[in-house]
Nanobody
Framework: VQLQASGGGLVQAGGSLRLSCRAS????????MGWYRQAPGKQRELVAT???????NYIDSAKGRFTISRDNAKNTVALQMNNLKPEDEGVYYC????????????WGQGTQVTVSS
């Protein structure tokens, strides 16, 4: 499984970014997909997931600000991030999840999100 995330950049606090991820995986539509974030000096954390049926879940800090979506026809998953805060800063990755909720793909380089205060 290979995944390519894009769309990061530098934004002022309160701004928005839309991340996109393309997954090279058979039967993409059957997998739960997730967006992860790794801040400097911290472990990678799962920020948002979307089930094969399109049901989203978010960590508390992302609720109301982030929206995850998927396009099964294009093997892509997106993360719309609004009202960005400095604590949202980090490298964002996407991945496919197995039924045990573990990431199964190669992480790749991710996409950097920088939020200036």
């Amino acid at each position: 499984v290979q995944l390519q995330a894009s769309g990061g950049g530098l934004v002022q606090a309160g701004g928005s970014l839309r991340l996109s991820c393309r997954a090279s995986i058979r039967f993409f539509g059957l997998y739960e997909m997730g967006w992860y974030r790794q801040a400097p000096g911290k472990q990678r954390e799962l920020v948002a997931t979307i089930s094969s049926g399109g049901s989203p879940n978010y960590i508390d800090s992302a609720k109301g600000r982030f929206t995850i979506s998927r396009d099964n026809a294009k093997n892509t998953v997106a993360l719309q991030m609004n009202n960005l805060k400095p604590e949202d800063e980090g490298v964002y990755y996407c991945n496919a999840l197995n039924p045990s909720h573990e990431a199964i793909g190669y992480w790749g380089q991710g996409t950097q999100v920088t939020v200036s205060s």
